[in-house]
């Protein structure tokens, strides 16, 4: 029997063999939209390849690639665990061709692979086919020797392969898998599924042929393990079943003892894997975008083991097992293992704090609903719930089904789209799709030598003018346009680095670049407008960047670098750069870290990243192999994508980066480092903000002016201000005190001048009728009423705009006589609403206003006539 392991390195071995390159799993980030998180699987890493506007150094590549996928047209996050084979976390075999081989061979290697190494015995294997597709009908027919009633033809919607609605895309061919009559699930089960890329398709829906066609296969991992080792499902697999065991253990639940049972340690099992490694990747729980999708991931779990009778902190010790049976195909697991424990152990806790903390306001909720006589839980209530506050839907259905209540799943729904489309435009697409007039000049050879690393200027050429989103051979005065230089010193924006500006000069033309980007690799564009004279391609020109610009920016540029050092010294090696923005003015680090930095830490921090500037490091830079930079120590960002040479930036002995931005010669150079804020980005995420050089010296110095300012005005010394602040502070407090004691004291005589007493058969009623007064600040005068007599009800009316709210409370000794509950109804109807509540205190509310005095008398009639009402 083939273990997963096993399976995974024959299959990467196999395609070495026949030629192809071993491509690393790309890490977890976003393709598009987390609402329809599909991440990295099968040609996502390759898209810009497939167009012809990214080139490797190969033209064939196999990958074991990390997936995450948790909606959309082939998985819900909501149906996992309740299926054979469906995952939020799998990984996916692929083998891919960039214009080399197409159909015929593909198909042979699959065959190959899947008879001969995998030995599935053929008559069990069935194929699919798009209905148009003859040429692969063919191939399989004729080459491989299939009979034709195993090949099945399909629709577009079965065998046309495509990333999104525009993009890269294909027919297809699947291998199916027949598992016989009485397994679970579909009998026959794709295992590998053959996209031809040969097409790339419009935002009108029109299909163009590629530069050149390309093979992006996906094979199912845990499906074909789940095949080989002939489990039931894949969850019985070796990478998986010790997991379940976990959950077993824990709950002291069976597997296979019964359905529900089943369905929550699946969840288990399949969650603790995306959690591991979708943390250990850089995303972390949130209430946005992928961190959100990862949040409900974690929290689901959750959900699941509170129904087997877990109600404590207990995946983050599932991450040991994870990563120890993941470890072998995915070793940087275990670099991150502490901090991905701490950050789902917090998540844990905060989660059950959140059920505590949410308690109060399920039942204020279901109060209120009540008191307005509704019988359903609103949608936008229940959103809030299980959005804000993590509550689940199931306890929250059960909870208003014991007090009579349903939740409104419609209107809950209609806010979840809302807040999908929201999603939608915060995580629009990560990277920008590329107009069709670059990718246009990557294809005619139009690209850049960038010589800015050395120089400040440059005498180029001009090789391409874009106005309009249109080539053109000419520019003139007052135009704005782009321009394309043979070669340039201009920096185009990438790795959080800014782009340069600065001015090209031709002879009576002068060019202001206002931004430089690099749309495809290798095609640099220099934006602005020509203020004077008129520009040609062809002419030749003078290229000058603002050096004064890049002076702060590299400044800027290396602090980052020394900063992610000292973080990673001073909180630890889980800290990693989530993100940055390296400006002129100041620059912007997102780290995670899982807690706010106190003062201490903040001053610790900049103090060492100022005591390496005064050191006067040097600053090397190096291209090497990324392998090589790897295992000696650089840090690579998740984020960046990386060819195989590389730049590498060593500070001393206290930094080694992987970085394609411009850098000082020295630290010395940066000048002086001063942290402006610390903050949170999102849960796990921490960003501080800092400046360097001449913008960290006025800020200081507009700083220590403030501080002169507040130091006059207060009449105190500098460094007497904080306890001036807080004398100031401790007097604030005291007046608050004073004026809500004043403000329950005017309520207290408002109250005693309006409410009335009346004996009725025994007991003594309160009542009182109050314009705009909450019935809240009127609770703890009924409940002072109530429990200094016996015999006694309180009733309170007060109306606030167009409505009426009721409350009505009994003395203790009354309850076992009188309902609070049954009598609010009672007055609610005559109000025009309705109400409910506990036996001893309710409440209501109504609409009538000309009902009032009607509501007092049926209240009166209900305390006079009532059976239990003899004392």
Same mark, same amino acid.
């Given at each position: ?9 024959l ?23 987390? $609402? ?24 064939? /590549?196999v990958?074991?690639q990390?997936?995450?996928r948790v ?6 996050l ?18 891919? !061709?960039?214009?080399?081989?197409f ?11 899947? $008879?001969?190494?995998?030995k599935?015995?053929?008559?069990k ?27 099945w ?46 097409y ?5 829906g ?13 094979m ?10 002939k ?22 639940k ?6 529900e049972v ?32 990862i949040?409900?991931i ?20 599932g991450?040991?097992?994870v ?5 072998? /195909?995915y ?14 152990? =917090? ?8 059920l ?21 839980i ?14 689940p ?19 809950f ?21 590329v ?12 690209t ?8 400040y200027?440059?005498? $180029?050429?001009v090789? #391409? ?12 005065e ?16 990438r790795?959080?680095q ?33 203020i004077?004279?008129? %520009? ?6 003078? +290229? ?20 992610h ?12 750069? +989530?993100? !940055? ?5 100041y ?6 870290h899982?807690?706010a930095?106190d ?5 610790r ?9 005064r050191?006067?490091?040097?600053? !090397? ?6 392998t ?26 206290v930094s ?11 630290? =010395?150079?940066?000048?002086y480092?001063?942290?402006v804020?610390?903050?949170?980005v999102?849960a796990?995420?921490?960003r501080i903000?800092?400046? $360097?050089?001449?913008w960290?010296?006025?800020? +200081?110095?507009?700083e ?16 007497d ?10 007097? %604030? ?28 058969n ?19 005068? +009924?409940d ?19 409505r009426?709210?009721?409350?009505? #409370? ?7 006589? %009188? ?42 009639? %209900?305390i ?8």
């Amino acid at each position: 029997m083939f273990s997963t392991d096993e399976i995974r390195e024959l299959f990467l071995s196999f395609f070495e063999k026949k030629g192809h390159t071993r491509v690393r799993s790309a890490p977890l980030v976003p393709e598009s939209d987390p $609402t329809l998180l599909f991440v990295n699987a099968g040609m996502v890493p390759f898209k810009n390849v497939f167009l012809g506007i990214e080139k490797r150094p190969y033209t064939r /590549a196999v990958s074991c690639q990390k997936c995450l996928r948790v909606s959309g047209k082939h998985n819900d996050l909501e149906s996992v665990g309740y299926t054979s084979r469906h995952h939020t976390f799998f990984e996916m075999l692929g083998n891919f !061709s960039f214009g080399d081989y197409f159909k015929k061979q593909a198909i042979e290697y699959a065959w190959e692979f899947i $008879t001969q190494y995998l030995k599935l015995p053929e008559d069990k294997l069935y194929i699919t086919v798009f209905e148009e597709d003859e040429e692969t009908y063919r191939i399989w027919r004729d080459d491989i020797g299939l009979e034709e009633g195993r090949i099945w033809k399909r629709g577009e919607e079965d065998n046309f392969w495509q990333m999104g609605d525009t993009g890269p895309c294909g027919p297809s061919s699947e291998i199916h898998f027949d598992k016989g009559e009485g397994e679970e699930g579909e009998r026959y089960l794709e295992v590998w599924n053959l996209v031809f890329m040969q097409y790339n398709r419009d935002e009108k829906g029109n299909l163009t042929p590629l530069p050149k066609p390309n093979i992006d296969t996906g094979m199912g991992l845990e499906r074909i393990a789940s095949v080989l080792q002939k489990t039931k499902t894949n969850y019985e697999i070796d990478i998986i079943r010790p997991i379940i065991a976990f959950g077993e253990e824990l709950s002291q639940k069976r597997y296979g003892e019964s359905f529900e049972v089943d369905v929550a340690l699946r969840v288990i099992a399949d969650h603790l894997r995306a959690i591991t490694f979708a943390i250990s990747d850089g995303v972390l729980p949130s209430n946005v975008g992928r961190g959100y999708v990862i949040r409900r991931i974690l929290r689901r779990a959750l959900r699941y083991a509170y129904k087997l009778g877990v109600q404590e902190p207990f995946l983050y010790r599932g991450i040991d097992l994870v990563v120890d049976i993941m470890k072998r /195909a995915y070793p940087e697991l275990e670099t991150s293992l502490g901090f991905v424990k701490s950050v789902v152990k =917090g998540e844990e806790e905060k989660f059950i704090n959140t059920l505590k903390n949410a308690m109060p306001i399920v039942e204020e909720i279901i109060h209120k609903t009540l008191e307005e006589g509704r019988s359903s839980i609103s949608g936008a209530q229940v959103f809030t719930l299980y959005d804000t506050y993590g509550f689940p839907l199931d306890m929250l259905e059960d909870i208003a089904r014991e007090k009579g209540l349903y939740v409104d799943m419609k209107g809950f729904e209609e806010q979840m789209e809302l807040q999908r489309e929201k999603a939608r435009k915060h995580f629009k697409i990560a990277s920008k799709e590329v107009k069709p007039i670059y990718a246009h000049l990557k294809e005619l050879g139009k690209t850049s030598q960038f010589v800015g690393y050395d120089q400040y200027q440059a005498e $180029t050429k001009v090789i #391409a003018i874009i106005k309009d989103g249109q080539m053109v051979s000419e520019l003139k005065e007052g135009e704005e346009g782009e321009l394309v230089l043979e070669k340039t010193p201009f920096y185009a924006e990438r790795g959080g680095q800014v782009g340069d500006k600065g001015f090209i000069r031709g002879e009576g033309a002068y060019f202001v670049v206002e931004d430089t980007q690099s749309p495809v690799e290798g095609v640099i564009i220099h934006t602005g407008k020509l203020i004077k004279g008129n %520009l040609k391609v062809m002419d030749q020109v003078h +290229a000058i960047i603002d050096r004064e610009r890049r002076e702060d920016i590299r400044r800027n540029h290396t602090a980052t670098h020394l900063l992610h050092a000292v973080l990673r010294h001073v909180l630890g090696d889980h800290v990693r750069q +989530a993100g !940055s923005l390296v400006s002129d003015q100041y620059l912007r680090f997102d780290f995670t870290h899982y807690e706010a930095l106190d003062w201490d830490k903040l001053s610790r921090i900049e103090e060492l990243v100022n005591e390496h500037i005064r050191q006067n490091y040097e600053v !090397s830079v190096e291209e090497t192999d990324y392998t090589k930079a790897i295992k000696e120590g650089a840090i690579a960002i998740f984020e960046e994508k990386y060819s195989d040479r590389v730049r590498v930036i060593t500070v001393g002995e206290v930094s080694k980066e992987l970085c394609g931005g411009t850098h000082v010669r020295r630290t =010395g150079d940066i000048g002086y480092f001063k942290i402006v804020s610390e903050s949170s980005v999102g849960a796990g995420v921490r960003r501080i903000v800092a400046k $360097t050089g001449r913008w960290a010296v006025e800020d +200081a110095f507009r700083e220590h002016r403030m501080l002169q300012e507040l130091s006059i005005s207060l009449g105190v010394k500098q460094e007497d201000i904080p306890d001036a602040i807080q004398r100031l502070e401790r007097q %604030l407090k005291e007046k608050e005190k004073e004026v809500a004691r004043l403000k329950e004291l005017l309520l207290e005589q408002m109250v005693q001048k309006q409410v009335k007493e009346e004996l009725i058969n025994g007991i003594r009623l309160y009542w009182g009728f109050f314009e705009d007064i909450d019935t809240e600040d009127l609770r703890s005068t +009924a409940d002072r009423i109530r429990s200094s007599s016996e015999n006694c009800v309180v009733f309170f009316i007060t109306k606030k705009g167009e409505r009426l709210s009721t409350l009505l #409370a009994l003395s203790k000794n009354l309850v076992p006589k %009188l309902s609070a509950k049954e009598m609010i109804k009672e007055v609610g109807k005559v109000l025009g609403g309705g109400g409910g509540g506990r036996e001893d205190l309710a409440q209501g509310g109504g609409t009538n206003l000309q009902a009032v005095g009607k509501a007092i008398e049926r209240l009166k009639d %209900l305390i006079y006539t009532n059976k239990f009402t003899e004392v």
